[in-house]
């Protein structure tokens, strides 16, 4: 038999999310943007397709994934996050009807000089603090002017992206700045639509949504703040990780497991060895203690990750036994605590799913 490991992936919960999005910005009306980068946070976008139906507009930065869901059909709206790369890249963004990010001067310039047939609409993103990309608060006015009066462009929509948006108070400077900065935009072109906000913001700023928001970790139902679960904003996850015990050890005390021997045993106890480690996508840094689950048993993680195994404490699941079924996260587990135990954001265990796990998509 193969290894017994795999994911599975939940087109289903991706369309639930997406409609947790949509209500909880339902007081602005806002569209909804399901952000699908790095080839939908992991998951596939092929995979998750067809959950992503009722959202109404996909965004994302690859022109390759960009070519891609036009090829599966997809006919509304695509926002390209970071723009255009090159001059060239507006005939494709033409070609493919793509609405494109103006972040910084040498997009504007080589829109202008684009041999356009088609008129193209635009997002100007302003840098409202984070300093990574966008036009600063006092150069975002002469970027608007510019591309008003060009003739390669049909809409321009307001945009900026937030970096504390998960803490309580966390958007309110950004969003002094970025209403200041637009206020006469919006005096003269009351019409303008706006774009803010990312999931944390979606579930916890409603001030912040205007026109369209841009969910992206709470679509694979993962929390983007980290003090509150994804299950307590009636999250589902679009992704789990199972595999199976594939050998067990009797340890008497004193005994040490894995490499560097990093766990001890204090007492004599059983330990599973799962076929599941770091060379799949689970981090390597996670410590003694994150949860793990044993044949519908929640248990702990025992030693370092090895790059294809990591061991488990077999004490509360007695009748475990070569073959047991093993959840490294998905329902029971939520992706969110392994990450929080191993020092990072589920957004990046979801990412690191390895190529050569196996992949069922649940219908
Ligand atoms: C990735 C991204 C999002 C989505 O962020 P989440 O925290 O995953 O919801 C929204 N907007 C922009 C510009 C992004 O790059």
Redesign the pocket.
């Known amino acids: 038999m193969p290894r017994p490991i795999y994911a599975t992936i939940y087109p289903a919960a991706v369309a639930h999310n997406l409609s947790a999005a949509k209500q909880a910005s339902a007081q602005s009306g806002a569209n909804v943007w399901a952000?699908i980068?790095a080839n939908a946070y992991g998951h596939g976008i092929e995979r998750i397709f067809s959950g992503l139906r009722e959202a109404d507009g996909l965004?994302m930065l690859d022109f390759a994934e960009a070519a891609l869901v036009r090829s599966l059909g997809w006919q509304k709206p695509i926002l390209m996050?970071e723009g255009c790369f090159s001059a060239e890249d507006y005939a494709l963004a033409q070609a493919l009807d793509l609405t494109v990010v103006v972040h910084h001067q040498a997009q504007i310039e080589w829109l202008l000089q684009a041999q356009l047939t088609q008129k193209i609409n635009v997002y100007l993103k302003m840098n409202s603090g984070m300093n990574r990309v966008g036009f600063a608060p006092s150069r975002y006015q002469a970027a608007f002017d510019a591309l008003k009066s060009a003739e390669q462009v049909e809409s321009i929509t307001l945009m900026t992206?937030f970096a504390n948006a998960d803490l309580p108070d966390g958007v309110a400077k950004p969003l002094q700045i970025f209403n200041q900065t637009t206020a006469k935009i919006m005096a003269d072109f009351p019409q303008t639509q706006r774009s803010c906000s990312?999931?944390?913001a979606i579930l916890q700023h409603p001030d912040a949504h205007f026109d369209w928001v841009?969910?992206?970790?709470?679509t694979y139902g993962g929390t983007?703040i980290g003090a509150s679960s994804a299950a307590s904003f009636g999250l589902m996850p679009a992704m789990s990780l199972h595999a199976q015990l594939i050998a067990i050890q009797e340890l008497q005390a004193g005994d040490a497991v894995g490499y560097g021997s990093r766990f001890v045993a204090t007492q004599s106890m059983r330990i599973g060895v799962v076929a599941c480690g770091y060379a799949d996508g689970y981090p390597r840094h996670a410590p003694d203690g994150t949860p793990v689950m044993v044949d519908g048993v929640v248990t702990r993680l025992v030693g370092r990750v090895s790059m294809d195994m990591l061991m488990v404490d077999l004490s509360p699941v007695a009748h475990a036994a070569v073959g047991s079924a093993v959840e490294l996260w998905g329902a029971q587990i939520a992706i969110d605590d392994v990450a929080s135990a191993a020092g990072t954001i589920g957004?990046e265990l979801m990412c690191a799913l390895a190529p050569r796990v196996p992949v069922n998509v649940a219908l």
């Open positions: 952000t980068k965004a996050l992206h990312n999931s944390a841009r969910p992206g970790i709470m983007p957004y």
